[in-house]
């Protein structure tokens, strides 16, 4: 899939686990934002990853989100994702 493993993907792509807190809260947001977005298990994904211990410099930090416009957003807290999300949606 094209949008994977890359820093211009289609849509916003979210890297997380199951059982991350800071993941299932990302999603709710996302999720309350109605906005569409790809979520990868880097659980279950060796080259997702991977792509996020090289993005956060060694660090399997979760979740890591990719945008569009090639920003990222590692950890991010709710306030964060969500001014994140209000400038993405008026962009898109």
Do not use: W
Not at 23 to 43: E, F, P
Not at 73 to 83: Q, S, V, Y
Request: proline residues 4%; glycine residues 6%.
């Amino acid at each position: 899939m094209s949008d994977l493993y890359t820093y211009a993907p289609g849509q916003i792509v979210l890297y997380g686990t199951a059982a991350c807190g800071d993941c299932r809260r990302a999603r709710q947001v996302l999720n309350d934002n109605k906005i569409n977005y790809l979520d990868i298990d880097i659980d279950q994904d060796n080259m997702a990853a991977e792509f996020v211990i090289k993005h956060n410099r060694g660090y399997r930090s979760a979740p890591t989100i990719v945008f569009p416009d090639g920003s990222t957003l590692t950890e991010p807290d709710r306030a964060t994702l969500t001014e994140k999300i209000q400038t993405y949606k008026t962009t898109a």
